[in-house]
């Protein structure tokens, strides 16, 4: 098992940054891929960025240039550095984690809120 608490969200105005974390705890060394995803308001929950074992990464086409995916093993911590922000970027956060066994594990959310 696996568990995933994120946190850093909040209310940030338009091109502003915030710099959002999620730590893993349980099972992690059995952890190859860890995302980020989003839902706004009335919208479907979209990928936002992966990281993978090897520290690749990939991200939305919506934030390529603003939002940075890292990882810091020692800490078992994912951050998501989001820069120029803009309104629709307003949305529930989650953080997603899967295993090498194929098990995926969600966070339960950081709600981020960018005013115009």
């Known amino acids: 098992q696996v568990q995933l608490v994120e946190s850093g969200g909040g209310l940030v105005q338009a091109g502003g940054s915030l710099r959002l974390s999620c730590a893993a705890s349980?099972?992690?060394?059995?952890?190859?891929?860890m995302s980020w995803h989003r839902q706004a308001p009335g919208k479907k929950r979209e990928l936002v960025a992966t990281?993978?074992?090897?520290?690749?990464?990939n991200y939305a086409d919506s934030v390529k240039g603003r939002f940075t995916i890292s990882r810091d093993k020692d800490k078992n911590t994912v951050f998501l550095q989001m820069n120029s922000l803009k309104p629709e970027d307003t949305a529930v956060y989650y953080c997603?984690?899967?295993?090498?066994?194929?098990?995926?594990?969600w966070g339960q959310g950081t709600r981020v809120t960018v005013s115009s």
């Open positions: 997603w984690a899967m295993s090498t066994r194929g098990n995926d594990y």
């Open positions: 349980g099972s992690i060394a059995s952890i190859n891929v």
């Open positions: 990281i993978n074992s090897a520290a690749g990464t």
